[in-house]
């Protein structure tokens, strides 16, 4: 499933000809994503109330009725977060907002109401977040796989009632919805009844199960919000019957350095799944201070990947938790990874690694590769490696389908079959003995 969007140049124009209104390209970029936002929740019977919004001030009134809905939607109504009621918007730039979403393709297809279009309209919009966080969406199929490596055998070892899960660079919530739909479904395996999964039950363990953090605090609230969307929608009902007490684990911190959001605590979770921003810091400030935090990773001109691996492997993790991200492979080919390779990552228990890099993933012009890991030293003496042989011949039209990603999916799905059935086969061979 891929996002159908407009030429990228269709998203600059808007939020240029906004910004001559508003004087300041951020705010452009958020008085037009939260038109896309607000009309998001209409077009799929999420909102409180029927009343789309006629002008500017009605789209102020919008968010406020959607902030009321649950505590977690707080943040659309906050101009700390959305400083749009300090810059109202002119008549023309609302016409020009209003155009632009007119012609703009559905931004989710009849089946869908989790707002993977808003998350990518939201990049393709803020140029912003872009260069300067590295937002760079983690398209479905890869959140897919991160998940099923990570989050899905953790799900077996401690129970899906039981498993928690978080995104610390979480940015619009890809990979949080997708974990959310599959703690609320976990696959089914052998004989076991299929779950129900729609009942509130299933969506209040899932919701509870899952957490994202980031830096970007309108990310974060858009992340909310497709968390609440993705229950309302599975529930059947608008978004003030969600109820005000079931968990949305989102916030906007830095991952990195915040040491005092609960989040963010010691020793949580049973999965931590990332795609870490690549780049490095641009503040010499923030340089130094991620280089004294994280000294065992951060040489040289380290690319904040590596810290990532760091606070996921050795903070957030429970022992044994599961740890999987996409991110550059950069640090296999550049001297600030050499620490990291012979020093950091030895030190933990290697599951997977995956050479991604001759796969097209929109948007990841940077060459990149999967690692899962266990937060425990390694055991065994089996790495699973997925070598690449080439890259695609051509762009495929639905990278979900490309040449070298059904290949990486295929070399998983038989390497995930076969340890299934060596576990099988132990287990027989145990009960076996035992009874003989
Ligand atoms: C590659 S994007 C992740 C995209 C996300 N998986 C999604 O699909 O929306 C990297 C994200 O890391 C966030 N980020 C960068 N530095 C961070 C930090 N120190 N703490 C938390 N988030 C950070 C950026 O804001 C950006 O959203």
Redesign the pocket.
Same mark, same amino acid.
């Given at each position: 499933m891929t996002t159908r969007t407009l030429p990228p140049a269709a998203y600059d124009k808007v939020t240029a000809t906004v910004g001559r209104d508003t004087g300041e390209q951020r705010t452009a970029t958020l008085w037009t994503h939260a038109a896309a936002l607000v009309r998001h929740a209409h077009d799929h019977g999420l909102a409180p109330t029927d009343d789309r919004p006629a002008g500017p001030d009605g789209l102020l009134k919008s968010l406020e009725s959607l902030a009321d809905c649950h505590p977690s939607l707080a943040p659309l109504a906050d101009p700390a977060v959305l400083p749009l009621w300090e810059q109202p918007l002119n008549a023309t730039a609302w016409a020009a907002i209003e155009e632009f979403w007119d012609r703009h393709p559905a931004l989710e297809d009849e089946h869908r109401v989790d707002g993977y279009a808003l998350?990518d309209t939201y990049q393709l919009l803020s140029e912003e #977040?872009r260069k300067g966080? #590295?937002?760079?969406?983690?398209p479905p199929w890869v =959140?897919r796989l991160l998940l099923r490596l990570s989050l899905e055998p953790a799900m077996e070892e401690w129970g899906p009632a039981n498993v928690r899960m978080i995104?610390? =660079?979480?940015?619009?919530?890809?990979?949080a919805v997708a974990a959310f739909h599959m703690t609320r479904v976990p696959p089914v395996r052998g004989r076991r009844p299929a779950p129900v999964g729609h009942g509130p039950q299933a969506v209040e363990r899932a919701l509870a199960a899952v957490t994202g953090?980031?830096?970007?605090a309108y #990310?974060v609230a858009l992340t909310a919000y497709r968390l609440l969307a993705s229950s309302a929608s599975v529930l059947g009902v608008s978004l003030d019957r969600v109820p005000a007490s079931w968990p949305v684990n989102v916030t906007a #911190?830095?991952?990195?350095?915040d040491r005092t959001e609960p989040l963010l605590a010691a020793g949580t979770y049973h999965a931590c799944v =990332?795609? @870490? @921003?690549y780049i490095t810091p641009k503040d010499p400030v923030v340089r130094d201070q991620v280089r004294a935090a994280y000294p065992q990773v951060a040489a040289g001109k380290y690319s904040?990947a590596l810290p990532f691996t760091a606070l996921m492997l050795e903070h957030l993790a429970v022992p044994d938790g599961f740890v999987a991200q996409l991110t550059a492979n950069s640090f296999m080919k550049r001297e600030f990874g050499r620490r990291y390779v012979t020093e950091f990552l030895p030190r933990f228990d290697a599951r997977w690694i995956i050479d991604t890099s001759g796969a097209y993933i929109p948007g990841h012009g940077t060459p990149t590769c999967i690692l899962v890991h266990r937060a425990r030293p390694p055991v065994g003496d089996t790495v699973t490696v997925v070598r690449g042989n080439r890259g695609e011949p051509h762009i495929p039209e639905d990278p979900a389908q490309g040449l070298v990603w059904r290949a990486i999916e295929e070399a998983v799905d038989s390497r995930l079959a076969w340890d299934r059935f060596q576990a099988g086969a132990d287990l027989a061979r145990r009960d076996g003995g035992d009874t003989a």
């Open positions: 998350g #977040a966080r #590295a937002l760079c969406q983690t =959140a995104d610390p =660079a979480c940015g619009t919530g890809h990979i953090v980031d830096l970007d #990310a #911190a830095d991952s990195l350095l =990332a795609n @870490p @921003p904040l």
